[in-house]
């Protein structure tokens, strides 16, 4: 009679549990839903493309307009150092490359980043970073669109930039000077192309991908000829714009704010790894595409960059104006070749922007159709043609929001915006990394622990000394999880010291110094637990190594590059992310397919 008693007052107290709470669990259990991984062969996409498809598809989206725009603004404001700025933004991205390169490993799915992060960290996080994606690829394709208006603008003397100032001119500092139709129109035909079939846009990438490599080795060569290498000692009186003179005429800082804009320069190569439900054998050349394509473009941007500075001096502010090497070639006074290479440069230009462009669009489409495949965006972005077998409604969907950003922002807008949305997903994927890689699908939990008398105190637990645990299970994780954290957070805070307390630091105050010796300490402390804990037996054709050094290394520069960013771009990183927000809760959190898979648990009645 007491049992019935018991159960029944358990009964009536369940009952009085205020809903509201009930709702807050379930609320948050839809957030940190995750998404578990299927590898498939018959992914609904064509399957067809093998490893050269890939690294020219790397090497098309990074050697844009970096090289023939970027390196000439870059030039007047850092000067010869600029070269720094792209091997330190290289390497980064070279670390990012190994983290991607990892996932794409362990998930060959289409997707990149968002779908490692759904799998790893849970549905709304994922959400968020597949929306920096979109920014991305939105606003780093708009950037690619307005530069080729530019330089076909050029070769009608600006007739048509002074026509649409006089029919379309705009006065707003925080917009462009003008309605750039030109651009939108461009991106609408780039988006058919696409729309087209996977092969035969690849064909078309793979020629101009050629033509523009051949391109920048003659530029190089005609650099590294009438190279002068008194041009990176010139002396600061020369010219109000050279600063102090010399090859660090700016000083240590404008190359590290010149290497957060580089990433822009680098921001193509992730284009790959949403490639996976349409690579042959994805698990190998994925990961080695994005290591050889990364590794490829450091070379180049390191050599454009020398080979530039070294043949004409890095004060001459029409290096700035979007055609800096039409312009050196002039000056130099070249009468055999002049004709030939500046033709050869603007086609190349031209060229170049196409598949650059061409290639955004299409890694961008394929993020869009992931995240609505999955529920998140709007149904028919996950619709997949029959007859082409490409996502056509996100393909089209994403040039006209392209096309709208490219009419109304100009490109210096426009290449911080695409840094920080790069930047941001950069560091989602390293802490999927550590997180993921001490994880195992079949775990043993902390009850099943306890019971066998296996679990330990803490500060043992935490260290794994001597070693406890030899296979992952749920307290091993846990404290990979929780040191991660801490190294997040470290990050954040180191990071401000150096971006904006650097000459506090190097004045050596006391107050800074005693903070970041501190904030060190906690760092390793925390990078130790994790290197104690049990690794993942999981096997995968490509793993990050070392663990967990290089992936919180990476976590740590691109946290840094992020707050060398403008307030500016933080403001309408903000609106985005807003938009964002708005989208997720008014239509994917109800839409969501993993909502049917991870249904609540109904109350036991006693």
Known sequence: MRENDSLESQSLLLEKTPKRVLNQSGFIKSLTRKKEFV???????????????????????????????????????????????????????????????????RTPGTGSAYAYCYITIGEFVAFILGWNLCLEFVIGTACLVRGMSAYLDSQFGGSISNWEKKHFGMHFKFLSEYLDILSFIIIVIFSGIVSIGVRESTIINNTFAIINMVTIITLIIIGLVYAKIENWSLSGSLNPHAGQGGFMPFGFSSVMEGAATCFYAYTGFDTIATTGGEAKNPQTTVPLALVLSISLAIVVYGSISATLTLMWPYFDQNLNKGSPY?????????????????????????????????????????????????????QPLSVINRITKTPVYATIVSGLFTGFWSVLFNTEQLIDMTSIGTLMAYTMVAICVLLLRYEDESM??????????????????????????????????????????????????????????????????PVICICTVALGIIMIIA?????????????????????PYLPALSLFINIYLMLKLNLRTWIR??????????????????????????????????
């Not at 493309?49 to 307009?65: I, N, Q, R, T, Y």
């Not at 260290?463 to 749920?474: R, V």
């Not at 990078?527 to 663990?547: D, M």
């Open 39 to 105: 590898y498939s062969e018959d992914s609904g996409l064509n399957r067809i493309l093998g490893l050269h498809d890939l690294v020219f598809l790397g090497l098309s989206s990074m050697l844009g307009m970096g090289v023939y725009i970027l390196a000439g603004e870059l030039a007047t404001k850092i000067g010869p150092a600029m070269m720094l700025s792209f091997i330190f933004a290289g390497a980064a991205s070279t670390l990012a490359a190994l983290c991607y390169a990892e996932f794409a490993s």
């Open 573 to 606: 990183f903000g609106a985005w992310l807003i938009l964002g927000l708005l989208i997720y809760f008014a239509y994917g959190i109800g839409h969501s397919k993993e909502r049917k898979n991870h249904k609540s648990i109904p109350v036991k009645k006693y």
């Open 444 to 509: 043993e939990t902390t009850s099943s622990l306890k019971k066998k008398q296996d679990y330990n105190s803490s500060l043992r637990r935490i260290f794994n000394t001597p070693t406890i645990y030899k296979e992952p299970n749920e307290l091993t994780s846990t404290t990979v999880r929780y040191a991660t954290y801490i190294v997040i957070m470290v990050s954040v805070m180191l990071g401000l010291i150096f971006a904006f307390g650097i000459n506090k630091l190097m004045a050596s105050e």
């Open 527 to 547: 990078l130790a637990v994790i290197t104690r804990q049990p690794e993942s037996k999981a096997e995968l054709k490509f793993k990050v190594k070392p663990i």
């Open 326 to 378: 039409p312009y050196i070639f002039e000056k130099l006074e070249l009468k055999s070749i002049k004709l030939v290479v500046t033709t050869g440069a603007l086609a190349a230009v031209t060229g170049c922007s196409y598949f650059s462009t061409l290639s955004s669009v299409f890694g961008m489409a394929r993020i869009v159709y992931s995240i609505a495949q999955d529920g998140l965006l709007f």
